[in-house]
Protein backbone atom coordinates (compact mmCIF):
# COMPACT_ATOMS: atom_id res chain seq x y z
CA UNK A 1 0.00 0.00 0.00
CA UNK A 2 2.49 2.82 1.29
CA UNK A 3 4.69 1.46 -2.17
CA UNK A 4 1.29 2.60 -4.68
CA UNK A 5 0.56 6.06 -2.09
CA UNK A 6 4.06 6.99 -3.11
CA UNK A 7 3.53 6.15 -7.15
CA UNK A 8 0.25 7.59 -7.07
CA UNK A 9 1.97 11.03 -4.99
CA UNK A 10 4.80 10.76 -7.27
CA UNK A 11 2.39 10.42 -10.73
CA UNK A 12 -0.49 12.98 -9.88
CA UNK A 13 -2.03 14.44 -13.56
CA UNK A 14 0.80 17.95 -14.04
CA UNK A 15 -0.52 19.92 -16.95
CA UNK A 16 1.16 23.63 -16.74
CA UNK A 17 -1.51 26.32 -17.92
CA UNK A 18 -2.27 29.35 -16.35
CA UNK A 19 -5.76 28.46 -15.42
CA UNK A 20 -5.42 28.76 -11.49
CA UNK A 21 -7.12 25.41 -10.09
CA UNK A 22 -6.97 22.88 -13.02
CA UNK A 23 -4.25 21.04 -11.60
CA UNK A 24 -5.24 21.47 -8.43
CA UNK A 25 -8.38 19.94 -9.57
CA UNK A 26 -7.15 16.59 -10.84
CA UNK A 27 -5.64 15.94 -8.01
CA UNK A 28 -7.56 16.63 -5.48
CA UNK A 29 -9.60 13.61 -4.85
CA UNK A 30 -6.84 11.05 -5.80
CA UNK A 31 -4.79 12.76 -2.99
CA UNK A 32 -8.10 12.58 -0.85
CA UNK A 33 -7.34 8.91 0.10
CA UNK A 34 -9.52 6.09 -0.05
CA UNK A 35 -9.04 2.39 0.70
CA UNK A 36 -7.50 1.69 -3.02
CA UNK A 37 -9.14 -1.62 -3.29
CA UNK A 38 -9.11 -1.91 -7.05
CA UNK A 39 -4.99 -1.00 -7.21
CA UNK A 40 -4.30 -3.26 -4.30
CA UNK A 41 -6.21 -6.47 -5.96
CA UNK A 42 -4.19 -6.13 -9.72
CA UNK A 43 -1.15 -5.66 -7.02
CA UNK A 44 -1.45 -8.13 -5.07
CA UNK A 45 -2.29 -10.58 -8.07
CA UNK A 46 1.02 -9.46 -9.68
CA UNK A 47 3.26 -9.69 -6.45
CA UNK A 48 1.99 -13.45 -5.28
CA UNK A 49 2.85 -14.64 -8.93
CA UNK A 50 5.50 -12.57 -10.70
CA UNK A 51 7.03 -10.06 -8.28
CA UNK A 52 9.34 -8.57 -10.97
CA UNK A 53 6.39 -7.29 -12.37
CA UNK A 54 5.22 -5.07 -10.06
CA UNK A 55 7.29 -1.65 -11.26
CA UNK A 56 5.94 -2.29 -14.37
CA UNK A 57 2.46 -3.01 -13.35
CA UNK A 58 1.93 0.78 -11.03
CA UNK A 59 0.66 2.38 -14.29
CA UNK A 60 -2.15 0.03 -14.53
CA UNK A 61 -3.02 -0.30 -10.85
CA UNK A 62 -3.35 3.70 -10.61
CA UNK A 63 -5.32 3.96 -13.92
CA UNK A 64 -7.81 1.36 -11.88
CA UNK A 65 -7.65 4.36 -9.42
CA UNK A 66 -7.77 7.49 -11.28
CA UNK A 67 -10.94 5.58 -13.62
CA UNK A 68 -12.50 4.76 -10.21
CA UNK A 69 -12.29 8.04 -8.49
CA UNK A 70 -13.76 9.86 -12.08
CA UNK A 71 -16.62 7.54 -11.37
CA UNK A 72 -16.76 8.87 -8.00
CA UNK A 73 -16.62 12.48 -9.04
CA UNK A 74 -19.54 12.49 -11.33
CA UNK A 75 -21.18 10.27 -8.94
CA UNK A 76 -21.24 13.06 -6.08
CA UNK A 77 -22.25 15.75 -8.95
CA UNK A 78 -25.57 17.87 -8.21
CA UNK A 79 -26.98 15.56 -11.02
CA UNK A 80 -26.68 12.54 -9.48
CA UNK A 81 -26.22 12.19 -5.96
CA UNK A 82 -25.45 15.85 -5.14
CA UNK A 83 -23.08 14.74 -2.36
CA UNK A 84 -21.46 17.02 0.03
CA UNK A 85 -18.22 14.54 1.29
CA UNK A 86 -16.48 12.26 -0.04
CA UNK A 87 -13.32 10.26 1.56
CA UNK A 88 -13.11 12.31 4.56
CA UNK A 89 -13.29 15.61 2.08
CA UNK A 90 -15.72 18.20 0.29
CA UNK A 91 -16.62 16.43 -3.16
CA UNK A 92 -14.96 18.44 -5.92
CA UNK A 93 -17.94 20.32 -7.18
CA UNK A 94 -17.90 21.77 -3.42
CA UNK A 95 -14.56 22.39 -2.98
CA UNK A 96 -14.26 24.35 -6.74
CA UNK A 97 -17.56 23.78 -8.84
CA UNK A 98 -19.83 21.84 -11.01
CA UNK A 99 -18.25 22.67 -14.43
CA UNK A 100 -14.34 21.99 -12.67
CA UNK A 101 -15.54 18.67 -11.19
CA UNK A 102 -17.12 17.47 -14.80
CA UNK A 103 -13.55 18.07 -16.41
CA UNK A 104 -11.72 16.48 -13.89
CA UNK A 105 -13.83 13.62 -14.15
CA UNK A 106 -13.58 13.45 -17.72
CA UNK A 107 -9.52 14.06 -17.69
CA UNK A 108 -9.29 11.57 -15.07
CA UNK A 109 -11.32 8.94 -17.18
CA UNK A 110 -9.11 9.13 -20.53
CA UNK A 111 -6.09 9.85 -18.60
CA UNK A 112 -6.55 6.09 -16.83
CA UNK A 113 -5.99 4.85 -20.55
CA UNK A 114 -3.27 6.74 -21.37
CA UNK A 115 -1.38 5.15 -18.59
CA UNK A 116 -1.87 1.48 -19.33
CA UNK A 117 -1.09 2.40 -22.84
CA UNK A 118 2.22 4.18 -21.61
CA UNK A 119 3.02 1.59 -19.57
CA UNK A 120 6.49 -0.75 -19.84
CA UNK A 121 4.32 -4.08 -20.61
CA UNK A 122 4.09 -6.13 -23.73
CA UNK A 123 1.60 -4.55 -26.25
CA UNK A 124 -0.89 -7.26 -26.54
CA UNK A 125 -1.29 -7.15 -22.34
CA UNK A 126 -2.05 -4.25 -22.73
CA UNK A 127 -3.97 -3.99 -25.41
CA UNK A 128 -6.26 -6.85 -23.31
CA UNK A 129 -5.95 -4.47 -20.29
CA UNK A 130 -7.35 -1.59 -21.81
CA UNK A 131 -10.21 -3.41 -23.50
CA UNK A 132 -11.08 -4.77 -20.08
CA UNK A 133 -11.47 -1.49 -18.45
CA UNK A 134 -13.34 -0.09 -21.46
CA UNK A 135 -15.80 -2.86 -21.59
CA UNK A 136 -16.29 -2.95 -17.56
CA UNK A 137 -16.09 1.04 -17.13
CA UNK A 138 -17.87 2.06 -20.05
CA UNK A 139 -21.52 1.55 -21.43
CA UNK A 140 -21.67 -2.15 -20.89
CA UNK A 141 -20.42 -1.49 -17.31
CA UNK A 142 -20.25 0.71 -14.72
CA UNK A 143 -21.95 3.91 -17.06
CA UNK A 144 -24.97 1.42 -17.74
CA UNK A 145 -25.25 0.54 -13.75
CA UNK A 146 -25.11 4.28 -13.14
CA UNK A 147 -27.60 5.38 -16.11
CA UNK A 148 -30.51 2.35 -14.63
CA UNK A 149 -29.37 3.92 -10.85
CA UNK A 150 -30.32 7.61 -11.80
CA UNK A 151 -33.22 6.51 -14.29
CA UNK A 152 -35.30 4.31 -11.79
CA UNK A 153 -34.53 6.64 -8.58
CA UNK A 154 -37.85 6.69 -6.49
CA UNK A 155 -39.25 3.76 -8.75
CA UNK A 156 -38.25 0.77 -7.04
CA UNK A 157 -36.94 -2.63 -8.72
CA UNK A 158 -37.08 -6.33 -7.95
CA UNK A 159 -33.98 -7.46 -6.32
CA UNK A 160 -33.10 -9.26 -9.36
CA UNK A 161 -32.92 -5.80 -11.13
CA UNK A 162 -30.91 -4.25 -8.43
CA UNK A 163 -28.74 -6.59 -8.59
CA UNK A 164 -28.01 -6.16 -12.40
CA UNK A 165 -27.87 -2.80 -11.65
CA UNK A 166 -25.10 -3.13 -9.17
CA UNK A 167 -23.16 -5.64 -11.09
CA UNK A 168 -22.73 -3.17 -13.42
CA UNK A 169 -22.55 -0.18 -11.45
CA UNK A 170 -19.87 -1.52 -8.62
CA UNK A 171 -18.98 -5.24 -9.34
CA UNK A 172 -17.63 -5.08 -12.47
CA UNK A 173 -15.13 -2.71 -11.80
CA UNK A 174 -13.82 -4.57 -8.85
CA UNK A 175 -13.92 -8.05 -11.44
CA UNK A 176 -11.70 -6.44 -13.72
CA UNK A 177 -9.17 -5.46 -11.33
CA UNK A 178 -8.62 -9.24 -10.24
CA UNK A 179 -8.57 -10.10 -13.69
CA UNK A 180 -6.25 -7.67 -14.69
CA UNK A 181 -3.55 -8.89 -12.60
CA UNK A 182 -3.91 -12.53 -13.97
CA UNK A 183 -3.28 -10.92 -17.45
CA UNK A 184 -0.18 -8.79 -16.62
CA UNK A 185 1.14 -12.39 -14.98
CA UNK A 186 -0.17 -14.71 -17.53
CA UNK A 187 -2.55 -16.96 -15.49
CA UNK A 188 -4.52 -19.29 -17.69
CA UNK A 189 -8.46 -17.93 -18.96
CA UNK A 190 -9.53 -20.28 -16.15
CA UNK A 191 -8.02 -18.92 -13.43
CA UNK A 192 -8.92 -15.61 -15.05
CA UNK A 193 -12.75 -16.50 -14.83
CA UNK A 194 -12.82 -17.87 -11.86
CA UNK A 195 -10.86 -14.94 -10.26
CA UNK A 196 -13.35 -12.47 -12.71
CA UNK A 197 -16.71 -14.37 -11.83
CA UNK A 198 -15.34 -13.79 -8.08
CA UNK A 199 -14.58 -10.52 -8.20
CA UNK A 200 -18.30 -9.88 -9.74
CA UNK A 201 -19.88 -11.35 -5.73
CA UNK A 202 -17.47 -9.77 -4.30
CA UNK A 203 -18.70 -6.18 -5.96
CA UNK A 204 -22.22 -7.31 -4.65
CA UNK A 205 -21.16 -7.94 -0.90
CA UNK A 206 -19.22 -4.46 -1.14
CA UNK A 207 -22.28 -2.67 -2.75
CA UNK A 208 -24.87 -4.49 0.06
CA UNK A 209 -22.12 -3.28 2.93
CA UNK A 210 -22.24 0.19 1.51
CA UNK A 211 -25.96 0.35 1.50
CA UNK A 212 -25.52 -1.03 5.46
CA UNK A 213 -22.85 1.91 6.12
CA UNK A 214 -25.23 4.37 4.27
CA UNK A 215 -28.12 3.18 7.04
CA UNK A 216 -26.13 2.79 10.13
CA UNK A 217 -23.78 5.24 10.08
CA UNK A 218 -22.80 9.25 10.02
CA UNK A 219 -21.12 11.12 7.51
CA UNK A 220 -18.18 11.39 10.24
CA UNK A 221 -17.90 7.59 10.34
CA UNK A 222 -18.07 6.70 7.11
CA UNK A 223 -16.49 9.94 5.60
CA UNK A 224 -18.54 10.32 2.82
CA UNK A 225 -22.19 11.44 2.52
CA UNK A 226 -24.80 9.12 4.43
CA UNK A 227 -28.37 9.15 4.31
CA UNK A 228 -28.24 9.73 0.89
CA UNK A 229 -30.11 6.73 -0.32
CA UNK A 230 -33.75 7.46 0.20
CA UNK A 231 -34.69 7.21 -2.86
CA UNK A 232 -32.53 4.80 -4.41
CA UNK A 233 -33.03 1.20 -4.99
CA UNK A 234 -30.42 0.22 -2.81
CA UNK A 235 -30.44 -3.51 -0.61
CA UNK A 236 -31.33 -2.02 2.26
CA UNK A 237 -34.51 0.10 0.92
CA UNK A 238 -35.64 -3.63 -0.51
CA UNK A 239 -35.06 -5.99 1.76
CA UNK A 240 -34.81 -3.73 5.05
CA UNK A 241 -31.90 -3.78 7.49
CA UNK A 242 -32.12 -6.95 9.04
CA UNK A 243 -32.46 -8.51 5.68
CA UNK A 244 -29.34 -6.97 3.89
CA UNK A 245 -26.98 -7.96 6.73
CA UNK A 246 -28.33 -11.41 6.28
CA UNK A 247 -27.61 -11.41 2.16
CA UNK A 248 -24.12 -9.83 2.53
CA UNK A 249 -23.36 -12.73 5.43
CA UNK A 250 -24.69 -15.96 3.16
CA UNK A 251 -22.49 -13.99 0.31
CA UNK A 252 -19.44 -13.41 2.10
CA UNK A 253 -19.53 -17.21 3.48
CA UNK A 254 -20.15 -18.05 -0.21
CA UNK A 255 -16.76 -15.65 -1.23
CA UNK A 256 -14.71 -17.55 1.57
CA UNK A 257 -15.84 -20.47 0.06
CA UNK A 258 -14.99 -19.74 -3.05
CA UNK A 259 -11.64 -18.13 -2.13
CA UNK A 260 -10.53 -21.72 -0.34
CA UNK A 261 -10.91 -23.27 -3.85
CA UNK A 262 -7.97 -20.93 -5.37
CA UNK A 263 -4.53 -22.11 -5.05
CA UNK A 264 -2.36 -21.08 -1.77
CA UNK A 265 -0.61 -18.61 -3.75
CA UNK A 266 -3.59 -17.09 -4.58
CA UNK A 267 -5.47 -17.55 -1.47
CA UNK A 268 -2.16 -15.96 0.11
CA UNK A 269 -1.87 -13.24 -2.53
CA UNK A 270 -5.53 -11.94 -1.50
CA UNK A 271 -5.89 -13.31 2.72
CA UNK A 272 -5.48 -10.17 3.79
CA UNK A 273 -7.63 -7.98 1.49
CA UNK A 274 -10.41 -10.75 2.19
CA UNK A 275 -10.17 -10.60 5.83
CA UNK A 276 -10.40 -6.72 5.86
CA UNK A 277 -13.48 -6.46 3.76
CA UNK A 278 -15.34 -9.18 3.59
CA UNK A 279 -16.88 -8.80 6.59
CA UNK A 280 -16.73 -5.26 6.64
CA UNK A 281 -20.06 -4.55 7.79
CA UNK A 282 -20.01 -6.25 11.17
Known amino acids: MQQFETYLSRHLPKVRSFHPLYEEALGAMLQAGGKRFRPMLLLSIVDAYEPMLHDSALPAALALEMFHTYSLIHDDLPAM ?7 GHPTLHKRFDEVTAILAGDALNTDAFLLIA ?7 VKVKLITLLAENGGSQGMVLGQ ?3 CWFEN ?37 QKALYDFGIDLGLLFQIQDDIID ?43 RFESFDETMQSALRP ?10
Do not use: C, W
Not at 118 to 124: F, Q, T, Y
Not at 273 to 280: I, K, P, S, T
Open 118 to 124: KAPLRED
Open 155 to 191: KPLTLDEVKVLHTNKTAKLIAASLQMGAVIVGLDSGV
Open 215 to 257: ETQSEEQAGKTTGNDSDKNSFVNLLGLEAAVSEADALAKDLQR
Open 81 to 87: DNADLRR
Open 147 to 149: AID
Open 273 to 282: LMEQYLYRHQ
